[in-house]
């Protein structure tokens, strides 16, 4: 199984720059695709989709969220963060079977 | 629109057989895959199976033994069920729909095994 590695917390301020990131034990890309997608769970609620194939902003995501990276490792970058960003976010690989998840990075405020 | 819904009893006893239910709206079953999430209590997120839009699973290989992820279109339902069931199989169970990323999310049933 690929296994995703990240960070369990990061505190930040508000309106400054938050960058996390996803280190994968294999090669997520395949034919210029990156097989990584980022999402973002508030407690109590499901995870919701913010960057898929490694750069792509999901609909309804403000442009504040931006993903990169490409092979193994992985950034999921907030420019500025706000009050409502404080959350866990999460990467997770679908390049190969089963689909795996990394531990989360929990999102606090300085 | 797009929306998923999981149904289900919110308690099993260990050794016993869990069913869930998963109805979708919005898409067809046969044009999208979907997914089965698990998250237990203050814990992150693992992928239990999924059911492509063909009709073919694919599952955790450590729930594989456990694990069977069937559909009915006529109904838009997508079914779980996992047998001998333990404590740790405590969690809420999310189903979502896939086109490679997971991009829609039911809200998720909680399911306690216990005695």
């Known amino acids: 199984d690929i296994v995703l590695t990240q960070s369990p917390a990061l505190a930040v301020s508000l309106e400054q720059r938050a960058t996390i990131s996803c280190k994968t034990s294999q090669n997520v890309d395949n034919y210029g695709i990156s097989y990584m997608h980022w999402y973002q769970q508030k407690p109590g609620q499901q995870p919701k989709l913010l960057i898929y194939?490694?750069?792509n902003l999901a609909s309804g995501i403000p442009a504040r969220f931006s993903g990169s990276g490409s092979g193994t490792d992985f950034t999921l970058t907030i420019d500025p963060v706000e009050a409502d960003d404080i959350a866990t976010y999460y990467c997770?690989?679908?390049?190969?079977?089963?689909?795996?998840f990394g531990s989360g990075t929990k999102l606090e405020i300085k | 629109q797009v929306q998923l819904k999981e149904s289900g009893p919110g308690l099993v006893q260990p050794s016993q057989t869990l069913s869930l239910t998963c109805t979708v709206s919005g898409f067809s079953l046969t044009s999208n895959s979907v997914h089965w999430v698990r998250q237990p209590p203050g814990k992150g997120l693992e992928w239990v199976g999924a059911?492509?839009?063909?009709?073919?699973?694919d599952y955790n290989s450590a729930l594989k033994s456990r694990l069977s992820i069937s559909r009915d279109t006529s109904k838009s339902q997508v079914f779980l069920k996992m047998n001998s069931l333990q404590t740790e199989d405590t969690a809420i169970y999310f189903c979502?729909?896939?086109?490679?990323?997971?991009?829609?999310w039911g809200q998720g049933v909680m399911v306690t095994v216990s005695s």
């Open positions: 059911i492509w839009s063909g009709g073919s699973t």
């Open positions: 194939e490694g750069s």
């Open positions: 979502t729909r896939s086109r490679g990323a997971l991009n829609y």
């Open positions: 997770q690989q679908s390049k190969d079977y089963p689909f795996t």
